[in-house]
């Protein structure tokens, strides 16, 4: 059956070329590139296979690389049966082909309907500019909502340190003020001193005039005070009638002299309901021994001694007057 089969005696192709020159090139050049592209496919299958591990056509491919190699084996054997007639292997080989292709073309049009899902350069692109398109509108909807936060930031902010009656500094915002200029004290020493600030006989204006018009007066004297003190100075809220001031750099003498304007601009104020008001400041200024706490309780016990003096006088903290 070898023998047979590998009997290369029967007559060789060329004879029917007759040998001349030119068919031979024609059938021989146009075998040989075949033979040669058909070698080199199944290798570039394989290799784009390898890198693009996220297709799933595998199947597939070895099918069609084997179809190309029987298809590159055919044409070999056809350049070889120029000088010897193996027609027997030829005709295997071109078998072997024709179930090869068989197969391929069966699995082919079986995996067609999922080679047409196969989104196309143009849909892709589409698809590229919708993205893009939806990529602005988020940008612009995230910038959108850090404005938005912003904004809802800072009426936050603004309303934990404001006061809503009179539109100075609130408490916490007054405390801050006060707990910065004692870093700032403890690191360079620079002298501060505080008002603590309090109306007299507040409770009547509310039992005659009403809370609204109590919040009208506690609001007039916020922005009396406001005007009287330094742009670095700042004044708060710091609880019911009372109002907190913070002056930086400043000396006992000179603090004293600004209670005494704020008091007299308070005195003079021009009321609704030609309501008149007092207050009663206690002055204290910073020392080594002193912490920010403390130095409240020392400017509210001058405070209370202006209140027992007889109100609508500043008085100033001394250490040697008032006990600890």
Not at 172 to 193: D, E, G, H, K, V
Request: hydrophobic letters at 45%; a neutral charge.
């Amino acid at each position: 059956m070898f023998d047979r089969l590998f009997d290369g005696s029967l007559m060789p192709h060329g004879h029917c070329l007759l040998w001349r020159w030119d068919l031979l090139f024609l059938h021989l050049g146009g075998d040989l590139m075949t033979v040669v592209a058909y070698s080199l496919i199944p290798f570039g299958i394989v290799y784009f296979l390898r890198k693009r591990k996220d297709l799933k056509f595998d199947g597939l491919a070895a099918l069609f690389a084997g179809f190309i190699a029987f298809c590159g084996a055919s044409h070999l054997a056809g350049v070889i049966n120029i000088w010897h007639g193996y027609y027997f292997v030829e005709g295997m080989i071109k078998f072997a082909t024709g179930l090869v292709s068989i197969v391929t073309a069966f699995f082919l049009w079986k995996l067609m309907p999922t080679f047409i899902s196969i989104p196309s350069l143009g849909m892709l692109k589409q698809r590229n500019e919708e993205l893009e398109r939806l990529r602005a509108q988020l940008e612009e909807t995230n910038r959108s909502l850090e404005e938005k936060v912003k904004e809802r930031t800072a009426m936050l902010e603004k309303q934990a340190n404001t006061d809503a009656v009179t539109g100075v500094a609130s408490r916490f915002a007054i405390m801050n003020t006060l707990s910065r200029s004692y870093i700032t004290y403890q690191r360079y020493y620079r002298p501060f001193s505080i008002l603590m600030v309090d109306v007299d006989h507040f409770k009547h204006v509310n039992d005659n005039h009403g809370h609204q018009a109590g919040d009208e007066v506690l609001a007039a004297l916020a922005h009396c005070i406001s005007e009287t003190i330094r742009a670095t100075d700042k004044v708060g809220r710091y609880g019911g009638e009372e109002f907190l001031v913070v002056l930086p750099e400043t000396p006992q003498g000179a603090a004293v002299e600004l209670a005494e304007r704020v008091r007299k601009n308070i005195e003079q104020l021009a009321l609704p309901q030609n309501i008149s008001i007092t207050c009663s400041i206690g002055v204290a200024t910073i020392t080594k021994d002193t912490t920010d706490d403390g130095l409240i309780t020392q400017a509210d016990k001058a405070l209370y001694s202006a209140k027992h003096a007889g109100r609508n006088q500043v008085v100033v903290f001394d250490k040697n007057q008032f006990t600890s």
